[in-house]
């Protein structure tokens, strides 16, 4: 019987480790996708452009090199949230996060300004939410891609990802 009992318990260890290799790639999976692009509605960007061409300047895509820097900065953003407990004062700070020392470009690729950072945020396109890091100016198709982050309660981790926003979010923000 000893035998068999030792059988078992070597089983269940095994199921055990492979539950938890599943379970954590799922949360890996889920991390990576919750700093993704969105589009102003809120779902994952298109590839295609917006029926509204009026704005000028890039597309909206999710291959937007200005979209994928943002969500490069997302990374440093949410690791030093968790040590910290706050946001930086600085956008700047992100680029001394362990791990990210090479960051250095906070400009938006397509009309080489750099981005807007404001701690306290503008309101986000969902409730809770506030904008902290967006493009300076309209030049995605009239719209502006941003980092909208949701503060947490207590322990819990900060939540960030970039989506696309009309510029009517930001009349009489001005420049911050």
Avoid at 75 to 86: E, I, M, S, V
Wanted: aromatic content about 8%; some cysteine; glycine content about 14%.
């Amino acid at each position: 019987m000893g035998l068999g009992l030792a059988a078992w318990r070597r089983s269940r260890r095994i199921k055990y480790r492979w539950g938890l290799s599943a379970a954590g790639l799922v949360f890996g999976l889920l991390l990576a996708a919750g700093c993704g692009p969105t589009g102003a509605s809120g779902r994952a960007a298109s590839h295609r452009a917006p029926a509204n061409q009026a704005g000028g300047g890039a597309k909206i895509t999710n291959t937007d090199p200005c979209a994928n820097r943002l969500h490069d900065l997302c990374g440093p953003l949410l690791l030093y949230f968790n040590a910290q407990r706050r946001l930086p004062e600085r956008l700047e700070e992100l680029g001394q996060v362990p791990g990210f020392e090479n960051i250095r470009d906070f400009t938006c690729p397509v009309s080489g300004k750099p981005y807007v950072y404001n701690p306290q945020g503008i309101p986000g396109l969902e409730p809770g939410s506030r904008v902290v890091i967006y493009d300076p100016l309209p030049s995605h198709s009239g719209m502006r891609w941003g980092v909208a982050v949701k503060i947490p309660g207590d322990d819990d981790p900060l939540i960030a990802k970039v989506i696309g926003l009309p510029e009517s979010k930001f009349a009489g923000q001005g420049a911050r």
